[in-house]
């Protein structure tokens, strides 16, 4: 009884890490993606440039 308090709290306590995780790759993974559209975009006008 007591060893599964233990695990509770302890899930309790990782919880908002985890939450921060996976915002954080989320904020990554999207800023990754913005970036290389960017750089494809950029690459596509070069090329409409350069005919």
Do not use: N, W
């Not at 989320?26 to 090329?47: D, I, P, W």
């Amino acid at each position: 009884m007591v060893k599964e308090r233990e695990g509770e709290r302890r899930l309790g306590l990782a919880m908002p890490y985890l939450l921060f995780v996976c915002a954080e790759m989320m904020v990554v993974g999207t800023s990754h993606f913005v970036g290389v559209a960017t750089m494809v975009a950029r690459l596509e006008l070069q090329k409409i440039k350069d005919q």
